[in-house]
């Protein structure tokens, strides 16, 4: 599939954009309706000025759960990397 121009409405106003594949729209269409998603669950709990404050508030919570998952990937590799090592080690001293 060659690049494909889609629009992804995002509080009320679209954007376009450029992909490469039909996995590659369908991320961007996910996301754009996560991101709608939140804002309304923002507008819904909070007071806000425009739509500006509940893009802030999104981008922050959105960041706030990547940094999370990024640290909890760290942890998850460097466990099995302890696991793998411990392996090892008993695997050679069965083998002695």
């Known amino acids: 599939?060659?690049?494909q121009i889609i629009t992804v409405n995002i509080g009320d106003r679209p954007y376009r954009l450029a992909v490469?594949?039909?996995g590659e729209?369908?991320?961007y269409r996910k996301a754009g309706k996560l991101i709608n998603e939140k804002m309304k669950q923002y507008a819904d709990n909070f007071a806000y000025k425009d739509n500006q404050d509940l893009?802030?508030?999104v981008v922050l919570?959105?960041?706030?759960?990547s940094i999370s998952y990024n640290n909890q990937a760290d942890?998850?590799?460097t466990l099995k990397d302890k696991l793998?090592?411990?392996d090892n080690t008993l695997t050679d001293?069965?083998?002695?």
């Open 93 to 96: 001293i069965l083998e002695d």
């Open 20 to 22: 490469r594949s039909e």
């Open 25 to 27: 729209e369908q991320l």
């Open 84 to 86: 793998v090592n411990i």
């Open 1 to 3: 599939m060659s690049e």
């Open 61 to 65: 919570q959105l960041a706030v759960d």
């Open 55 to 57: 893009f802030a508030m």
């Open 75 to 77: 942890y998850y590799n």
